[in-house]
């Protein structure tokens, strides 16, 4: 795989020659089907998994089995960096989409970013950012938040970092079923779907065969911080 020519993995931005030859020849390229579990909580893994395209969220299991979505992937992000220590995984993962990865080795990926400064510097930035971004979720996951104000805030976040504009407002690029969002937000079904209706009707989204459409990202961060 010719992964200089490939623009969203910024995480090989600017590393030396031999580190892309070395990356390419151990690395390869897999399309993963929609629905399916890259590996699961606890689990020892091998590989690591960079996200070239499509969707796929991390979560973890409640006390009552059920799932709490930590985040979406990003694309050209490592998607399970915590093996890098040798310990098992401690999130599990599935593909809300058809996906495109580039995997490799854990211990493959070592030996390069060892001799790579500029990739050892960006795989630290990498993980600095998902600290912050599972704080910023725990801070939402509090229950001080109304519910409605919770999946407003949640929504805007989703549709800012992986939405595309459109006539009718900014699209959420990927299918979110009630269910889903009730994981995002970690509440029932049944409340959330009562909310959705309450958003749309007050007119800060709309929902066609679930794809959320924001009609105001100004309009519902205000009402989120409100």
């Known amino acids: 795989m010719a992964i200089s020519t490939d623009s969203s993995i910024t995480l090989f931005d600017g590393i030396k020659a031999d580190s892309y030859k070395k990356i390419e020849e151990s690395a390869k390229v897999c399309i993963v ?20 395209e ?15 979505i930590l985040f979406i992937h990003r694309k050209g992000e490592i998607m399970n960096e915590e093996i890098l220590d040798g310990q098992k995984s401690s999130s599990s993962t599935q593909c809300i989409t058809d996906v495109r990865l580039l995997v490799i080795s854990c211990e493959s990926f070592k030996q390069v970013y060892m001799h790579d400064e500029v990739l050892l510097n960006h795989v630290m930035e990498h993980m ?5 971004r599972m704080y910023h979720m725990s801070k939402n996951a509090t229950n001080v938040l109304r519910l409605d104000k919770k999946m407003a805030a949640r929504l805007w976040k989703l549709a800012k970092d992986f939405g595309k504009d459109t006539s009718e407002g900014r699209e ?25 209706k309450v958003l749309q009707d007050a007119g800060y989204l709309i929902m066609k065969k679930k794809r959320f459409i924001i009609c105001d990202m100004n309009r519902i961060c205000a009402y989120a911080q409100s």
């Open 33 to 52: 089907k929609k629905g399916t579990c890259l590996y699961n909580e606890h689990q020892e893994v091998d590989d690591l998994y960079i996200l070239l």
């Open 54 to 68: 499509g969707a796929a969220i991390a979560y973890k299991k409640t006390n009552d089995l059920e799932r709490r």
């Open 128 to 132: 600095s950012l998902r600290i912050r």
């Open 172 to 196: 959420i690029d990927f299918p979110l079923s009630i269910t889903l969002l009730s994981e995002f937000v970690g509440s029932t079904r049944e409340s959330v779907s009562r909310q959705v």
